[in-house]
């Protein structure tokens, strides 16, 4: 019973950090109607919780080992549960994205040294399947935010989705405090590696701004160029500090084990899968199917309904069998699934998307319990922590730079395809033997219009159908008797080329979402290539006890 406590307090407090990182997305609107401000400083609700979380992870990881796993996490989660009561009364954007960041930073308190306390509070053998158990979580967490975001706006108002993190963290503080026992590194020491905090804060920090900006700065413009390269120069000294460093936060002999690099690496192209699936399918359903964000939410959850039976199954089987083929089919399965959602249309059906992200679910749930529970048995006992912390740090960065680069390709495909709809229709216009020349002038004028991929068809014809009328007016007294004339059968061509021109940018659009899912799919490969090396080779039989693992020589 205890062991019963103890780990609900820890699914506590992991489960608030992780749903934060997207239950917000839906709640946006009713943010900015609230405090006004622009879509780039809106942004920064989400932004500023991310860029807080990737920075202070690994030194979070690196403090618990020192000072006491426990007494952090509590730290973490009164920080939490303090800043989430604060954020539901925020009188303004700047105070609201401020207390965002601070709860960034307890979410990077909290989420590396749930496994470690994990691992610690169950044996040897319980943790296979534990960790599945978290996996499942981790996965529930994710999918599930827009969906309950969107559930608790409709029903509730915004300021409920942080109101909601107190009782949970509080709950998770008393258990915590009752049934957890306090553990930590003995072999980290006592003093605080400064250089080392100094050189992975600078990095994650410049790497990080520089990924979630370059959609305003452009990946040529020197500001991104500028940022990329101070996160790589203080990267570099992170490494110094750690080479020379008495007592350094990472010791460098984590990085001489195959199979931690391994799992570290499937991690990153996992964190990149999850984000980019539910970004584009987010977008898809409700820019292309018309879906409400509530509806959207809702399909998207179930990400998390395959990704529990698959995490549950796959955590413990991988304790016998290793995750090196759970990996690697679980990164197939989420390409698979990406690959297929290319096959979408805009009135595909619902039953077409869902089986598709279920599949994803399954594949995350293979894969990052798994990789995850490989991270931790191949590093020595005492070193889970900061193994921990770098694995959840590169699924967090990994993330980052998938959006980076498949928000940019999306914008990409979509310009270049609506602008080459947008030229057809003019030319289109142009060669029409029914319409009057000044309806043509119209119709070419709202080529922008067209190519706008906001606005439904039923909305550009009513407005260029508008402009027509208003053009009709201004006419010489004898063009307005010859379009009176004439004037349903102007109006039926009008709308035919409407029409024609709508399918053709409706189509460019799909197209554009289908090049992108498929790229997005082959960006996700090289994550089955390294679970293949994120576990140990089993010893045949006859070679020592079966089914375990030998660690490597520090």
């Not at 590396?112 to 599945?132: A, D, Y």
């Not at 964000?293 to 309904?305: D, H, K, P, Q, T």
């Not at 191949?378 to 498949?406: D, Q, R, W």
Request: charged residues 15%.
């Amino acid at each position: 019973m205890r062991k019963a406590f103890s780990f609900t307090a820890i699914v506590l407090g992991f489960f608030m950090a992780l749903l934060d990182t997207t239950i917000i997305n839906i709640a946006l609107p009713e943010m900015t109607r609230q405090f006004g401000g622009s879509v780039s400083q809106i942004s920064w609700v989400i932004n500023g919780y991310n860029l807080a979380f990737a920075v202070f992870i690994l030194t979070a990881s690196r403090l618990a080992d020192q000072f006491g796993r426990k007494k952090i996490f509590i730290i973490g989660v009164v920080l939490f549960t303090v800043t989430s009561l604060l954020a539901g009364f925020a009188s303004s954007l700047g105070m609201l994205i401020g207390l965002r960041v601070l709860q960034g930073l307890a979410g990077a308190i909290i989420v590396p040294v749930t496994i470690p306390l994990t691992t610690t509070t169950f044996p040897k053998e319980m943790h296979g399947l534990i960790i599945g158990i978290w996996g499942a979580v981790s996965g529930v967490a994710a999918a599930s935010g827009p969906a309950l975001g969107g559930i608790i706006t409709q029903n509730l108002n915004w300021q409920w989705i942080f109101f909601v993190n107190v009782p949970l963290g509080v709950l998770s503080v008393v258990l915590t405090c009752l049934f957890i026992q306090e553990s930590r590194d003995d072999t980290a020491g006592r003093s605080i590696d400064y250089g080392g905090t100094l050189g992975i804060t600078g990095a994650m920090f410049f790497i990080t701004y520089a990924l979630i900006k370059v959609q305003d700065y452009g990946w040529n413009s020197r500001m991104t160029l500028l940022l990329l390269a101070a996160g790589v120069l203080f990267l570099v000294f992170f490494f110094l500090t750690q080479w020379k460093g008495k007592e350094p936060m990472l010791p460098l002999s984590l990085l001489r084990i195959p199979p931690f690099n391994g799992a570290t690496l499937t991690m990153l192209f996992v964190g990149a899968g999850l984000m980019n699936i539910s970004l584009l399918t987010s977008f898809f359903l409700t820019r292309m199917m018309g879906m409400t964000e509530l509806r959207a939410g809702l399909v998207l959850s179930m990400i998390a309904v395959g990704s529990i039976v698959s995490s549950a199954l796959s955590g413990p089987l991988s304790n016998k069998y290793g995750s090196q083929l759970f990996g690697a089919v679980g990164m197939i399965m989420m390409a698979g699934a990406m690959y297929s959602l290319s096959g979408l249309h805009a009135d595909s059906t619902i039953p077409e998307v869902l089986i598709r992200l279920v599949v994803a679910g399954i594949g995350t749930g293979f894969t990052m319990a798994p990789v995850m529970s490989s991270a931790v048995r191949n590093v020595p006992e005492e070193k889970v922590g900061i193994s921990s912390g770098i694995t959840n740090m590169a699924k967090s960065l990994g993330g980052v730079i998938g959006v980076a680069i498949i928000v940019t390709v999306l914008q990409q495909n979509t310009s270049d395809g609506l602008h080459a709809a947008s030229v057809r229709a003019v030319k289109a216009v142009e060669k029409d033997a029914v319409l009057q020349p000044f309806l043509k002038t119209v119709i070419a004028d709202a080529a922008g219009s067209l190519a706008n991929v906001e606005s439904s068809p039923a909305e550009t014809s009513e407005k260029v159908l508008k402009e027509a009328e208003l053009a009709a007016a201004r006419l010489a007294p004898s063009d307005q008797q010859a379009f009176a004339a004439d004037r349903s059968r102007q109006t039926r061509e009008m709308e035919l080329v409407l029409s024609r021109a709508g399918e053709d940018m409706k189509h460019e659009a799909e197209q554009a979402y289908s090049r992108t899912y498929v790229l997005a799919s082959l960006i996700m490969l090289p994550g089955a290539v390294f679970a293949l090396f994120s576990d140990k080779r089993r010893k045949r039989k006859g070679a020592g006890v079966p089914g375990e693992l030998t660690l490597p020589q520090q």
